[in-house]
């Protein structure tokens, strides 16, 4: 029964595997496994099934959580390629994120999903685990937590909803979300259609079907090594996605027995290999601060200035919306990531680990040959010519803020325009539709205190919309700032992530109505128009006050949480840096 020396009550076993490992502390090794197969025994195991290496499986399914709606499906095909393997797979439950489905933001609860996911990684026996998730804050959590724990694991991707139509035109969500509710908005349709085409936007379970952040961080894993081949792209009511879930199950009990630990997987090349992957598919600007995140677990620190520069050297080659026209089900048919990083390999490191025991490089080979398709374009003719996300600093931002140029309007990224500002959400939704809000065109809407600690939990609300009486007078785009986020399935010129946050005390804390600022994306600045003697006064006049909470998450959230230049994480969390920065570019 034990695997140590019998005289050794309490001296744990360094090489201690399945059940053996991680036994509840009674003082007693050879006791506590002899309770523990007892209890299982309970559910009708044998022991020859509690011999083999223990595969755990992280559900995330929820009534809440739509986009994890195929999750019995993707279990039931998990456990059926573990047991091929000769493996046992022990499905547990953790909790589960919806951005539509989670107040304040389901960005406020990742690093808790992120702690609660690596502590039963800890907590219960497992060889290795395959992590299910695929809404926005899901896939992060689950790195960050896999990342943290050290063990073997294999991330399985939910997969994109289907399209549907409306008027015989093809929607999806969220984008046409978007698109449609701002067409609402400014009278273009009634009541009545944007009803119906409510009925059309998700055709299906599944994540969004455009390069939102869901789509982006599944790429992100695929691009990271973390994922089988191909587990990006499939959508979820699939049966490529079911047979993704079947393999990812057999590959966790490979690594179980080979021992393939996530540090070999998630390296500095892994990392550099997913930015520049990012930048290539449009990605969404929340893919930063999750990357971030997951990179500071393994001790790097995020270079934003070195991933600008990456940037202008890696075109957007994906034809997806919001930056392009195509739906992740698209991208899919057109061979998914195999075709992108196949005409991305030049500027990959191809000798990068991947959990399928091959390097990165042996993985698009394997794939084969391209074939003729339309939606990853082709590097001498990219859809956009240089990366779709920029970093900006200035005077406003010197901590960094993001654009995502691909997405938003050529005429506003060199802009100057007078500053009308929102101190809060709430300020922001008592006044943007009022009639007498003095605005117009060529304004810039500034939002303050929807950064971390600001909201908290940094929301995505710095797509500010459009007012209503500009909106109606057919105004589609402005230049809006914030220290926010967006969702990667928005549009329009804004500036995002602007750090410091005001609530921290950044200088967007004492931007007032009226004030110039000046937006040069090709510069790469942000520059608020106000002496320093000025800004000066205004903090003497206007002391900072800190949010705070009297108890629970909240008071812990606003203790510890970090800058989006560092991911938005607890710091507690966030081992000593190794000194690397990444990109090395």
């Known amino acids: 029964m034990s695997d140590r020396n019998p005289d050794d009550k309490t001296a744990p076993a360094p090489t201690a595997t399945g059940l053996r490992q991680g036994l509840t502390s009674y003082g007693d090794r050879d006791f506590s496994l002899f309770l523990r197969k007892a209890f299982i025994k309970g559910a009708g195991y044998t022991d020859a099934a509690l011999d083999r290496p223990v595969v755990g499986i992280a559900a995330t399914g929820s009534a809440y959580n739509p986009c994890h709606g195929n999750m019995p499906q993707l279990v039931e095909a998990v456990s059926r390629g573990v047991m091929l393997a000769g493996g046992l797979p022990m499905v547990f439950p953790t909790m589960t994120l919806h951005e539509s489905f ?13 702690m609660e996911t ?136 490979r690594i179980a027995r080979s021992r393939l630990t996530i540090d070999q997987v998630l390296t500095a090349k892994a990392f550099e290999n997913a930015m520049r992957v990012l930048l290539a598919i449009g990605g969404s600007t929340n893919g930063i601060v999750h990357l971030t995140a997951m990179a500071a677990r393994m001790g790097f620190e995020m270079d934003l200035d070195a991933l600008d520069r990456m940037g202008q050297g890696t075109p957007v080659l994906l034809d997806l919306k919001p930056s392009g026209q195509h739906y992740m089900e698209d991208f899919h048919a057109a061979g998914g990531m195999a075709t992108l990083l196949r005409e991305l390999k030049p500027l990959l490191h191809l000798d990068a680990i991947t959990v399928n025991g091959c390097t990165l490089g042996e993985q698009i080979d394997a794939a084969g040959p391209g074939f003729e398709q339309d939606v990853v374009r082709p590097r001498s003719n990219p859809i956009y010519a240089q990366g779709g996300l920029a970093v900006l600093r200035g005077n406003l931002a010197p901590g960094g803020a993001i654009v995502k140029a691909s997405a938003a309007t050529a005429a506003l990224m060199e802009h100057e325009g007078r500053a009308v500002v929102f101190e809060d959400a709430a300020d922001l939704a008592a006044r943007i539709d009022d009639p007498s809000l003095d605005v117009n065109a060529d304004d810039i809407l500034v939002l303050k205190r929807i950064g971390p600690k600001g909201a908290p939990g940094m929301p995505e609300a710095g797509a500010l919309p459009i007012p209503l009486k500009l909106a109606r007078a057919g105004v589609k785009d402005m230049v809006r700032i914030s220290d926010g986020r967006m969702s990667g399935t928005a549009f329009g010129t804004v500036v995002l992530h602007v750090t410091p946050e005001a609530a921290e005390g950044g200088p967007l804390a004492w931007v007032r109505s009226g004030d110039r600022i000046v937006l040069s994306v090709a510069r790469r600045e942000l520059t608020l128009q106000v002496s320093e003697a000025e800004m000066a006064a205004r903090r003497a006049a206007q002391p900072l006050q800190p949010p705070a909470a009297e108890r629970g998450y909240r008071k812990l959230f606003l203790q510890h949480v970090t800058q989006a230049d560092r991911g938005v994480d607890f710091d507690f969390l966030q081992p000593a840096s190794n000194g690397r920065r990444i990109p090395s570019a």
């Open 102 to 114: 989670a107040a304040p933001t389901s960005m406020y609860l990742r690093n808790l999903m992120a």
């Open 118 to 253: 690596e502590e039963l990684l800890r907590a219960q026996p497992m060889d290795a685990v395959v992590l299910i998730g695929g809404c926005d804050k899901t896939v992060p959590a689950q790195l960050m937590a896999a990342a943290s724990a050290g063990l073997p694991a294999v991330q399985l991707i939910t997969g994109s909803m289907l399209t549907g139509s409306h008027r015989h035109q093809r929607v999806g969500a969220c984008t046409d979300c978007r698109r449609y509710w701002a067409r609402f908005r400014a009278q273009e349709i009634d009541e009545a259609e944007v009803s119906a085409v409510n009925n059309q936007l998700v055709a299906s379970v599944g994540t969004c079907s455009v390069m939102g952040t869901a789509s982006t961080m599944a790429c992100i894993a695929e691009a990271l090594g973390m994922t089988v081949p191909g587990g990006a792209s499939p959508p979820a009511v699939t049966a490529d996605r079911m047979r993704v879930a079947e393999l990812s199950g057999e590959q966790a009990v």
